[in-house]
C-alpha cells in the first residue's frame, strides 16, 4: 500500500510533468520487465 501511495504522490507532482505515455509498474520489483 505503500508503494501505491508513493507512486500517485510522485505521479501528481510537478516533477512528474514530464512523464506521458508510459505504463508504471509498482510491484516491488517482482516482475522486472
Do not use: C, F, K, R
Not at 501511495?5 to 520489483?29: K, P
Amino acid at each position: 500500500a505503500d508503494e501505491i501511495g508513493s507512486a500517485v504522490v510522485y505521479l501528481s507532482s510537478a516533477e512528474a510533468a514530464y512523464i506521458t505515455g508510459t505504463t508504471l509498474h509498482v510491484n516491488g520489483g517482482m516482475a522486472m520487465l
